[in-house]
């Protein structure tokens, strides 16, 4: 059975925030998390695969999309701040757990969340996201230059980020296959970046992209500490980082899937079929090993009852952690 996808908002103090909803809310929940300069549009191919089985919940961030635009003057556009809505976006529509699919920005966004509400999160699927210092390529100079100083870089960190030839390339990539990518993709986003307001709110918020290097080490120590289930999905075509990203976040997850796909930064342009796979049998593998952990609990719990020390027992499968 196909699901309909519905496009809806939801109030945060005096944000609107648009959301796009599909698949049974009986069922798994994958909550997506996109990138720059995308929303949750980049999404509708998994949308279109995978509402028959998942719950699919895909929010734009304040200043993308079909979210509010609040004037920089008046709003902090910061990663912790994008966090702190979307965090409080999924409690409103009362989702209490759910996988985490993060791309480009939505890293940043969804370790924060994370990290915030471990016990909310099932796993997480990164798709060309970064969360290691190496892992920002060598077109990174200019940025890099635009955080140490701004004023000086402003026009520089613009054109690097925003112009035209940067929009496109972040799809194409190095695919030497050009004509497998639909123009509109990057076009539309050049209109959108270039719609009033929209250079200063994409500027100030990617000037607090420094702020991301900076907790890198925590989201790395969080990993190793914690080891969640992790899919890790790659453009071979990828530009905007550095190649060798996958195998870091499997030197601090050692369980990790790492899957190199037929694509660029938005590989879902080019490789949605796959993606889709990918993305539905790890799904599956993480509920299936859910299930076994509660059907496991349930039985501590009724050997812990009928031994003398069975408080102590019950209190120690409580604590159980949702990344066993």
Do not use: C
């Amino acid at each position: 059975m196909k699901y309909a996808t519905s496009y809806r908002t939801a109030k945060i103090d005096d944000l609107s925030i648009f959301y796009r909803e599909a698949g049974p809310k009986s069922a798994p929940t994958i909550l997506l998390m996109h990138g720059l300069p995308s929303s949750s549009r980049m999404f509708e191919p998994l949308f279109a695969r995978l509402s028959d089985r998942y719950h699919l919940v895909a929010p734009d961030y304040p200043g993308f999309g079909h979210s509010d635009w609040p004037d920089p003057a008046k709003f902090a556009y910061t990663f912790d701040h994008s966090a702190e809505i979307m965090t409080r976006f999924a409690e409103a529509i009362d989702l209490s757990h759910y996988t985490l699919y993060m791309q480009d920005y939505g890293g940043p966004v969804g370790f924060r969340m994370a990290l915030a509400h471990p016990e909310r999160v099932e796993a997480l699927i990164v798709q060309d996201a970064v969360a290691h210092n190496e892992g920002l390529g060598a077109n990174w100079k200019t940025r890099r230059e635009f955080w140490a100083d701004r004023a000086s870089n402003e026009n520089a960190l613009r054109t690097n980020l925003l112009a035209l030839a940067a929009t496109r390339t972040r799809h194409v990539g190095s695919d030497p296959k050009v004509e497998r990518y639909d123009p509109d993709l990057w076009t539309d986003e050049f209109r959108f970046l270039n719609q009033p307001g929209q250079a200063q709110i994409q500027s100030d918020l990617f000037y607090d992209y420094r702020t991301n290097v900076e907790s890198y080490p925590k989201w790395q120590k969080w990993m190793r500490e914690t080891q969640p289930r992790l899919l890790v999905i790659w453009g071979k075509y990828e530009l905007s980082f550095d190649s060798g990203e996958p195998e870091r976040y499997r030197a601090d997850v050692p369980d990790a899937e790492i899957h190199v796909v037929d694509g660029g930064h938005f590989a879902l342009d080019t490789a949605a079929d796959e993606i889709a796979g990918l993305v539905g049998d790890f799904a599956n593998s993480v509920q299936k090993r859910a299930g076994a952990r509660l059907t496991e609990d349930a039985r501590r719990r009724r050997s812990a009852q009928s031994s003398p020390s069975g408080d102590q027992a019950i209190l120690a499968v409580t604590a159980t952690s949702n990344f066993e």
